[in-house]
């Protein structure tokens, strides 16, 4: 079965610094992967995907995520980030079944907090 | 901005009530998924939809919800008698085509009181 791990609940990063968010997942078979954010009472955003081909995707708002397989991770990076930046990730892994669509399995989410 | 559109963006029923929420799906979109998100921030799926046929649902969604799209109308989740259990965050999701994106709206937010 497949399944996302986000080891770190939470991380605090301070304004401007690099941050790097990371992605586990277990899956039989080449994976489709996602990075979602949820601001405060609202819903999930697409931040980027990776479908097989680049290993690293450039998303939205200087986002960036690196796929490995051997590492079975795809981590979400960002250079610099911004006070905007405070919310909860996802991690999301897709599995392609004819019969079910692209049903998505969720990582237990991080929860980014931006010091000033 | 989210084009997926849901209603209403919070509601708060009593045991027993029945709950009904809507989602109009992105523009040329078929495919309908619905998620609980509990507090814990873990997800739940639902139900999905390609056009008006049901893909696949879980027995929960089964027994206790209900849940359709109909043609030129929005998709519907009800809850037919809500529990405490049942209050958490209902995503729609859209996408193209079955194996594409989801793309998610704000969410309808119940809370069983």
């Known amino acids: 079965a497949q399944s996302v791990t986000q080891p770190d609940a939470r991380v605090t990063v301070s304004e401007g610094a690099s941050l790097q968010l990371r992605c586990k997942y277990s899956?039989?078979?080449?994976?489709?992967l996602f990075w979602y954010v949820q601001y405060p009472r609202q819903g999930l955003q697409l931040l980027l995907k990776?479908?097989?081909?680049?290993?690293v995707v450039q998303g939205v708002n200087g986002f960036e995520a690196e796929f490995s397989k051997s590492n079975s991770s795809f981590h979400l990076r960002k250079a610099s980030v911004h006070w905007s930046d405070w919310a909860v990730y996802f991690c999301?892994?897709?599995?392609?079944?004819?019969?079910?669509?692209?049903?998505?399995?969720f990582g237990g989410g991080t929860r980014l907090t931006v010091r000033p | 901005n989210s084009k997926v559109i849901q209603t209403p963006r919070y509601l708060v029923k009593g045991q027993g009530q029945k709950a009904k929420m809507r989602c109009i799906p992105e523009?040329?979109?078929?495919?309908v998924f619905w998620y609980q998100q509990n507090k814990n921030n873990e997800f739940k799926f639902l139900i999905n939809?390609?056009?008006?046929?049901?893909?696949?649902q879980i027995d929960m969604t089964e027994k206790r919800f209900s849940a359709e799209c109909p043609s030129n109308s929005p998709c519907s989740l009800e809850i037919q008698s809500s529990e405490a259990g049942d209050s958490a965050l209902y995503l729609c999701?859209?996408?193209?085509?079955?194996?594409?994106?989801?793309?998610f709206g704000e969410g309808s937010r119940l809370i069983v009181v």
């Open positions: 999701a859209s996408s193209r085509y079955s194996g594409n994106t989801l793309y």
């Open positions: 899956y039989f078979g080449t994976p489709y």
């Open positions: 990776y479908y097989p081909g680049d290993p």
């Open positions: 999301a892994v897709s599995m392609i079944n004819n019969n079910a669509g692209a049903k998505l399995t």
């Open positions: 523009k040329g979109h078929p495919v």
């Open positions: 939809f390609q056009n008006q046929e049901v893909l696949q």
